[in-house]
């Protein structure tokens, strides 16, 4: 079990269990937000687990996720666009967080594959999902400031 | 006018083609001639899509 | 030493599995959904099965939340327009 597995091990307990307890329960605003976080935490959590057990194969994952991620946010963001009454207070922290964190991962990803394409693809899915997350979590706060009345008659 | 547009058009169209070439040469792990041949007619198809998609949006 | 991440995923999808049953509204239990497919997908992919992780990023993070959430809708909008209509 190498520093990369160890690695990926520590942001699986330190990033999605706490994403699933905070899905679990509370207001509508608060799940959707960890719901955002634990896309990025497992998108990060690939990338580790491709260097880990050395597949750079495993990179489509974190690619995949990267752009699926985001979208599945935006779906929640659309449809229960009625719903998000409030946005949690650590909901700017948290994805400022996950943003920063994703320069290290993709920082030591690069510099364990060495110059080439391969690295060029990492450093693409740090973007990806950077961008994402952040698009994503703007739709966000703008869904929870205007809650559209949705009619149904 | 209409032959401006359709130069327009297809030099988008080129544009997006050698960007997706480019990007799925990136993305994919081993280059073959096949590998370059099939990311170009994929790429223009996708080609096509985002011209299409960028004017549904823009409103053009 | 690989079972601990082995272990790690296997709880996070006990968790997760688990509120999605005790959670009771559809349109919550949707996101809890979403959060159990990228569990599955760790899960997968600690177990050495990228393809099988891929098919589950596919269809778990964007596909099956937006099929839920769409029926829950039709549904609210038919059972609301019963109500007015008796």
């Known amino acids: 079990m190498n520093a990369w597995l160890v690695c990926a091990s520590l942001l699986l307990v330190a990033g999605l269990l706490p994403v699933v307890w905070g899905t679990a329960r509370g207001p509508l605003g608060h799940r959707v937000v960890a719901q955002n976080c634990g896309t990025s935490v497992v998108c990060l959590v690939m990338l580790l687990l491709a260097q880990g057990y050395e597949r750079p194969a495993y990179t489509d994952l974190a690619l995949v996720l990267a752009v699926l991620g985001p979208v599945g ?76 009345e949705t009619r149904y008659d | 006018m209409r032959r401006g547009r359709l130069g327009a058009t297809v030099a988008e169209i080129l544009v997006w083609q050698v960007a997706l070439s480019v990007l799925w040469l990136v993305l994919i792990s081993t280059v073959d001639p096949l590998e370059l041949f099939v990311g170009l007619g994929c790429a223009l198809v996708g080609a096509v899509a985002a011209v299409a998609a960028r004017r549904a949006v823009s409103g053009r | 030493m690989t079972d601990t991440l082995l272990l790690i995923s296997l709880c996070a999808v006990a968790a997760t599995a688990t509120a999605a049953v005790l959670v009771r509204d559809p349109a919550r239990q949707a996101l809890v959904l979403s959060v159990l497919g990228l569990a599955l997908a760790v899960l997968f992919t600690v177990l050495q099965a990228p393809d099988v992780a891929l098919s589950q990023l596919a269809v778990g993070s964007a596909l099956t939340p937006l099929l839920i959430l769409l029926s829950v809708r039709k549904v609210r909008r038919r059972g609301r327009r019963e109500e007015d209509g008796r």
């Open chain 1, 73 to 148: 946010t935006l779906v929640f963001a659309r449809l229960l666009s009625g719903e998000l009454d409030e946005e949690p207070r650590w909901g700017r922290a948290v994805t400022a967080l996950t943003v920063a964190a994703t320069a290290p991962v993709v920082i030591a990803s690069c510099a364990a594959t060495g110059p080439g394409r391969a690295a060029v693809k990492v450093v693409f899915i740090g973007v990806l999902l950077a961008a994402g997350n952040v698009i994503a979590s703007r739709t966000l706060s703008g869904a929870h400031r205007n809650p559209t």
